[in-house]
């Protein structure tokens, strides 16, 4: 059955993350042709199962000439940019990086596509962005990143609005919030805590005072493919996320639960990290009404399918092999 995605051309950067493979076989299964751009080196971090209906693209974001080459060789009707330097501490040795990757690659890779431009282009940002304000955050609040990560992501939103708005590049921003899911990298706190319950281990935490809301993979999946295919979201900042916050506490305690785990949490056994985010809640008006999108997985469902994921990868693997399980890192 054809979809808005059959026989397109689609770009995706940030591929081989974990938005991004999931991204990315979720387009395979509509029926597009999908270009995946990886970091060279990467490579081996494609799924295979990717094969032979992926292309694989090796370029790095700072190479200007090889983004122009991408994009005249795949000219996509499409393109999620997805590509981020993911550290989120506030180690001042993280400016350059994040920097040179989130803003200068972003700016890199629309400058390359102006001369093909797609249908639209999604640039995703990060609820990080509007740091420590109150709740729910807004799209048209002032943003307080508090780290390079959050700054850089936040410069290149707006610069990808001003882009737009300057020479009406049909570009959409969305904002996703803490996203979960199978496949997961376990330095995350949901999959650090279902393997630790898995493996009926204690598992250190702050007091987990601090709330935030999660929403399921599918469903942030679900909003990126009406972000990109909405006439209406073009030039928009659109949050995506679910709207319900849980302390942190209660969410590792909810793990737990859900494994039978007999082992337990330790709240307080680790210090907050300077300058925590005490709360985050997404303001979903936006998506509502441009997208027609909220996220519809239940907080229980979705750990539920992310537990069994878990446990079966976990079933025949040596007790803290967790790195060598092929999980993914979340690129926004």
């Known amino acids: 059955m054809k979809t ?27 029926g597009a042709q999908v270009h995946a751009l990886v970091r060279p080196g990467r490579y081996l971090r494609v799924p295979p199962e990717w094969a032979p209906g992926v292309s694989i693209v090796e370029a790095d974001l700072s190479d200007r000439d090889a983004l122009a080459s991408l994009a005249a060789g795949v000219r996509p009707s499409l393109v999620f940019h997805l590509a981020a330097h993911t550290n989120v501490s506030r180690d001042v040795d993280q400016i350059e990086a994040a920097t040179r990757a989130n803003l200068h690659g972003t700016i890199n890779l629309l400058q390359a596509l102006r001369s093909f431009p797609p249908e639209c282009t999604l640039v995703v940002g990060s609820a990080e962005e509007y740091g420590d304000q109150a709740v729910p955050f807004h799209e048209d609040m002032a943003l307080d990143p508090r780290s ?24 959409v921003m969305v904002r996703p919030f803490l996203t979960y899911g199978p496949g997961q990298s376990t330095d995350r706190l949901v999959p650090q805590a ?10 250190p935490m702050t007091l987990g005072e601090q709330t935030r809301e999660f929403t399921f993979i599918d469903d942030i999946v679900d909003g990126l493919f009406k972000a990109v295919t909405t006439p209406d979201a073009v030039g928009e900042i659109i949050n995506l996320g679910a709207g319900d916050e849980i302390k ?27 300058a925590e985010i ?18 519809t997985t239940p907080l229980d469902d979705g750990l539920t399918t992310t537990i069994a994921w878990y446990r079966s990868r976990l079933r025949d693997a040596e007790p803290y092999a967790q790195k060598s399980l092929g999980f993914q890192a979340q690129t926004v």
Request: charged share 20%; glycine share 6%.
């Open 248 to 274: 942190i506490v209660d969410l590792v305690n909810k793990i737990f639960e859900l494994v039978g785990s007999s082992s337990r949490p330790l709240p307080g056994a680790i210090a907050y990290r300077e």
């Open 148 to 171: 390079p990560y959050s700054a850089s992501k936040a410069a290149a939103i707006l610069w990808s609005q001003m882009w737009h708005r300057m020479t009406g590049f049909p570009i």
């Open 4 to 30: 808005e995605f059959t026989d397109r051309s689609v770009l995706v950067t940030g591929a081989t993350g974990f938005i991004g493979t999931h991204l990315v076989a979720r387009l395979l299964r509509e």
């Open 194 to 203: 279902i393997v630790a319950a898995l493996e009926e281990r204690e598992f």
């Open 278 to 295: 005490w709360r985050y809640v997404a303001a979903t008006e936006k998506a509502k009404r441009i997208l027609n999108w909220t996220a």
